[in-house]
């Protein structure tokens, strides 16, 4: 049962990444470091509401 969830940049916090997880084996956030376009370098991005 994979839900769709949305990453945002800590930094900006601009929305730039959308994925999949499955919320009933993994309910803590998601956070990964990923290329943010609008600061123009690598950031944390973390799961949003």
């Given at each position: 049962?994979?839900?769709?969830i949305?990453?945002?940049?800590?930094?900006?916090?601009?929305?730039?990444?959308?994925?999949?997880?499955?919320?009933?084996?993994?309910?803590?956030?998601?956070?990964?470091?990923?290329?943010?376009?609008?600061?123009?370098?690598?950031?944390?991005h973390?799961?949003?509401?």
């Amino acid at each position: 049962m994979n839900q769709k969830i949305v990453l945002a940049c800590t930094v900006c916090a601009s929305r730039n990444y959308t994925t999949s997880k499955n919320r009933s084996q993994q309910p803590e956030r998601l956070e990964t470091r990923k290329y943010c376009k609008t600061c123009n370098r690598h950031t944390a991005h973390r799961e949003t509401k």
